[in-house]
C-alpha cells in the first residue's frame, strides 16, 4: 500500500492500475484494463489509440466524469499528492474545473447553445473563486483575448453557434485554463478542426502550456499531431496500454507490432505516395470479446514467431524493454528491435529531404 | 456521343468536363415573408477535367465548396450556372428521369458510411439496388453479382443478409464501396470517403480504392480535406478556396513545387509523424482566423485577407486561373517558390479587414500565437 506521505517523491499526476468496468447485457466490459502511467510536472503526454482502445474513457476516469454507479472503477489516481477514486464526489467537483480541465473534440456540444460564451466563462470563475461579475468579466475579456479570438468586445457576448469551428475550441480552450488549472486534458482537440486550424489549435495549447507551466495530456488517434508536441507517448490497445516511452523513442524505436502498424498505415508526406500503404489488417476488437492471449495478436503479423503459441494464451505484461520504454508483447527484445528496424526504413527509405 | 459544343471536343478530357460552374443558394432574411437578400457563392466558376483511370484530389477546408462542388457535378445539387459533361454528355440540362441514366456511368461514396445506408435494408438490399433502379440483369443473376462484389470489396459473401447496424464503419465504408462499383461506373465522385474511419481502417480503404481503379480503370474525383490522404491516391490535385479553384498540377508538382501563397500554407501545416522531420522543416505558415463568410467574399482574390503576399492589386483585380506551365495552372498575382518562403509566416486575421484596415501581413523569426498583437 502506498502511504500518503509517499506524494512527496510521487510524480505529479500517477495512476496505478487503473481499471474502469462497465456492467451490460454481455457481462462486465473493461474498458480500461490496468492502466498505469505517470507525468511530470508541466509535462505533455499523449494517449494514442484507435476507437475503442480506452483512451477517452482513461480521460474521463481521470477527470472523475464517469458514473460512478453505472461503472465500477478501481486503482488509484494521484494528482498533486491527492488520491481521486476514493475522493468523494463533491469534492472532486471541486477540483474539475479548478485543478483539472478537460477540453473536447466537439466544442458545440461541451458550450450550452443558449447562453452567451463570456456568461459562461463567467459562471466558471464564480464557481470556483469567490470574486464579483466585473472582475470576472474582466478576467474572461482578458483570457478570451488571449487564446486569439478577435475583436473580443465584441465576441464575449456572442453565442457559441455564432462563432466558427476554431472560435469555439479557443473559447473551450478559455474556458478551460481560466482557473488556471495543473493538469488540462485534451481529447481529440482537432479532430474536427482544418489543418490550418489544428495547427494554430496545437500552436496554443503549446505556448500557454509553456506560459502557466500546466501538466497536458493529449488524446489523439493521429500520430501525426503528436511529434513535435508530446514528452511522452502512451499506446493504447483494447483497454491496454501496449507500450510507453518518451516521444523520440516510439517513433525512432517503437517495439510493439501494434505501433509499427499505426506508422505505417497513415499516409505521410514523407514517403513514397506510390508504395502501397501496409495497414494492420482486420479491424479494432469489440471490447465486449477480446481474445484471449495478447488483445493485437489476430492482427499481429508476428505472433508465429513467438514459440509455444503463446500469443494465444498468455496475455503479455507491459514490460520494461529499456530503461523508460515499455512494451506489452511475447517477442523478445532484440526481435521486436529487427522487426521496427526493417519496418521503419522500408517506411521511408532513410531520411529524405522535405 | 454527341458534343453539345464544338469547345468541348478539343480538349481531350474523356470522362469528365466541369466548366465554369457555379451553384449559389439564396440566403432569405427572416420574418413571415422571407425574401432572398443574398447569395452564398459556394461554388463559384470551376473548370475541372478528368481522363479515365484518373484520380483527382479536391483539397480544400471546410467551407472552400468542395463537397458543393462534388455534389453538384452529380447534379444532386442543381448547378446555378456552368456546364457538366461526363463522357461528353452535357447533364445539366437533363429531366430527373434522364439523370438516372447517367448515375448508372457516374457514382458516388459518401463520408458517413452511417448515414449513407439504409437501415431498414440488408446488405445485399443495399448492394442489388444499383441494378434494380438500372434494370440491369448481370450474367448469373443479381445475386451471383452482389455475392461477387461483397467478396471484391473485402466483407464475407455470408454477410449478405445483415443489417448495416452489424458492420463497423470501415466494413460499411466497404458496403458504400460495392454499392458504387456494382455497375461498373466510368466516375466515382469520393466525398471524403475515409476521414471518418480509423487510421488502420483508412488504409485498408485507401488501398481497395486503388485496386479498383487499376482494376476497372474508374476515375475518381477524391474530395478530402487531409492533404496527406489526397497525396497518396491523386494524380493530379486542385486547391479550393472560398468556393474557387486557387492552384491545380500534378501531384508532384503540387506536393513538391507548388506556387500558390495558399497551398504553401495548407502543407506547412501538415503534421508529420515523426518528431525529428517535423522540428526540421524549412517553413512554418501559420494562417489565423478562419474562412471569410461566403455570403459576402473579399473584393478581389478571395484569398487575400490571409494572405502573405497580398499586395494593393489584389484588393482590387480578381487574378484569373492562367496556365503558367503545361497542366499547372494558378490564380494569382504573386505566385512563390517554395526556396524563397521565410523560415516562419504569420499571417493577421480577417477581423483586422472586416474592420477597414489593409490586410497585413507579419513575417516573424518567433513569435508564438499568444505574444501577437491583439487587435
Sequence with gaps: MIQPADYLDRPFLSVTDLTVAFPTQDGLVRAVDGVSLSLEKGKTLAIVGESGSGKSVTAQAIMGLINRKAAKITGEIWIGGQELIAMPEPDVQALRGDEMAMIFQDPMSSLHPFYRIGDQIVEAIKAHRGIGTKLARRETLEMLRHVGIPAVERRIDAYPHQLSGGMRQRVMIAMALINSPDLLIADEPTTALDVTVQAQIMELIQSLQAEFGTTVILITHDLGIVADVADDVAVMYGGRIVELGPTRVIYDNPEMPYTLGLLSSIPRMDRDPDKRLDPIRGNPPSPIKLPKGCVFQPRCNYFERVPGGRCFTDRPELLESEPEHSVRCHLPHEERQQIANDVLHALTGGPTPL | ?375
Design chain 2, 1 to 375: 456521343m454527341t458534343a453539345t459544343t464544338s469547345s468541348t471536343s478539343t480538349n481531350g478530357s474523356d470522362i469528365l468536363d466541369v466548366s465554369d460552374l457555379r451553384t449559389y443558394f439564396p440566403v432569405k432574411s427572416r420574418g413571415i415573408i422571407p425574401r432572398t437578400v443574398g447569395q452564398v457563392k459556394a461554388v463559384d466558376g470551376i473548370d475541372l477535367t478528368l481522363d479515365a483511370g484518373e484520380t483527382l484530389g479536391l483539397v480544400g477546408e471546410s467551407g472552400s465548396g468542395k463537397t458543393t462542388a462534388a455534389r453538384t457535378i452529380l447534379m444532386l445539387v442543381r448547378p446555378t450556372d456552368g456546364k457538366i459533361q461526363i463522357e461528353g454528355q452535357e447533364i445539366t440540362h437533363l429531366s430527373p428521369k434522364e439523370l438516372v441514366r447517367v448515375r448508372r456511368k457516374a457514382q458516388m461514396i459518401f463520408q458517413d458510411p452511417y448515414n449513407a445506408l439504409n437501415p431498414r435494408h440488408t446488405v445485399g438490399g443495399i448492394i442489388s439496388a444499383p441494378f434494380k433502379v438500372q434494370g440491369v440483369e448481370p450474367k448469373g443473376g443479381v445475386r451471383n453479382a452482389v455475392l461477387e462484389l461483397m467478396e471484391r470489396v473485402g466483407l464475407n459473401p455470408e454477410h449478405y443478409n445483415r443489417y448495416p447496424n452489424e458492420f463497423s464503419g470501415g466494413q460499411r465504408q466497404r458496403i458504400g464501396i460495392a454499392r458504387a462499383i456494382a455497375l461498373r461506373p466510368k466516375l466515382i465522385v469520393c466525398d471524403e470517403p475515409v476521414s471518418a474511419l480509423d487510421v488502420s481502417i483508412q488504409a485498408q480503404i485507401l488501398n481497395l480504392l486503388g485496386d479498383l481503379q487499376r482494376e476497372f480503370g474508374v476515375a475518381y474525383l477524391f474530395v478530402a480535406h487531409d492533404l496527406a490522404v489526397v497525396r497518396q491516391i491523386s494524380h493530379r490535385v486542385a486547391v479550393m478556396y472560398l468556393g474557387k479553384i486557387m492552384e491545380t498540377a500534378s501531384r508532384e508538382v503540387i506536393y513538391s513545387a507548388p506556387l500558390h501563397p495558399y497551398t504553401h500554407s495548407l502543407l506547412s501545416a501538415v503534421p508529420i509523424p515523426d518528431p525529428k522531420r517535423q522540428q526540421h522543416r524549412r517553413t512554418r505558415i501559420v494562417l489565423h482566423g478562419d474562412l471569410p463568410s461566403p455570403i459576402d467574399p473579399p473584393s478581389g482574390c478571395v484569398f487575400r485577407t490571409r494572405c502573405f503576399q497580398a499586395q494593393e492589386k489584389c484588393a482590387v483585380e480578381v487574378p484569373p486561373l492562367r496556365e503558367i506551365s503545361p497542366g499547372h495552372k494558378i490564380a494569382c498575382h504573386f505566385p512563390i517558390e517554395a526556396k524563397d518562403l521565410p523560415a516562419r509566416v504569420e499571417v493577421e486575421d480577417v477581423v483586422a479587414v472586416e474592420e477597414g484596415q489593409a490586410p497585413a501581413a507579419v513575417t516573424s523569426s518567433n513569435d508564438g500565437p499568444a505574444s501577437r498583437p491583439s487587435s
